[in-house]
């Protein structure tokens, strides 16, 4: 794993993003901005599995939101893995590096486990339908898991 890592640093994209004044902060930018429309396209729709909203269905929120927060994990994974490159020997040995992806597939697992559970594309379409109880916990979790991924990358960056 060392010699793969030290491969990637060694790369001339990741010394291209390591000395250009321009690409890395449009890069890091890029992964900010990912975060954002993940984290802010999946929030009112967890929200609204939590029972918050319920004037709003649920599959008007999900056709809406859920294209959004696809855009912006795409989007960070993209960037995320370009700045990886930037310190690939620093993040496989820090521990919060690992936990901030472990927290990323159980946010992305979460997500297509509650999209796949029968009844998601008709239950809850009716305004007041309240979302059902399995769902209620997949909202919540979801909120929790992606809370995680975004401290631990925090994190990461003040070590």
């Known amino acids: 794993m060392d010699a793969l890592a030290t491969a ?3 790369s001339a994209l990741s010394q291209l993003l390591r000395s250009s004044i321009w690409l890395y902060p449009l890069v890091n930018t890029g992964h900010v901005v990912g975060i954002a429309l993940l984290f802010g396209a999946i929030v009112p729709l967890d929200l609204r599995l939590l029972g918050f ?10 056709n809406t939101l859920v294209p959004v927060a696809i855009t912006g994990l795409v989007l960070a994974l993209l960037t995320g893995s370009l700045l990886f490159t930037t310190r690939p020997l620093d993040y496989v040995a820090e521990p919060l590096f690992a936990i901030k992806l472990a927290l990323l597939g159980a946010g992305v697992v979460n997500a297509l486990v509650l999209r796949s559970s029968p009844g998601w594309k008709l239950v809850g379409v009716a305004p007041g339908a309240p979302p059902q109880r399995a769902w209620r916990l997949h909202g919540l979790l ?13 994190l990461i960056g003040y070590r």
Not at 53 to 62: E, G, I, M
Not at 142 to 154: D, E
Request: without cysteine.
């Open 8 to 10: 990637l640093q060694d």
């Open 53 to 62: 909203f319920q004037r709003t269905p649920l599959q008007h929120l999900a």
């Open 142 to 154: 979801s909120v929790v898991l992606w809370l995680g991924v975004i401290t631990a990358g925090r």
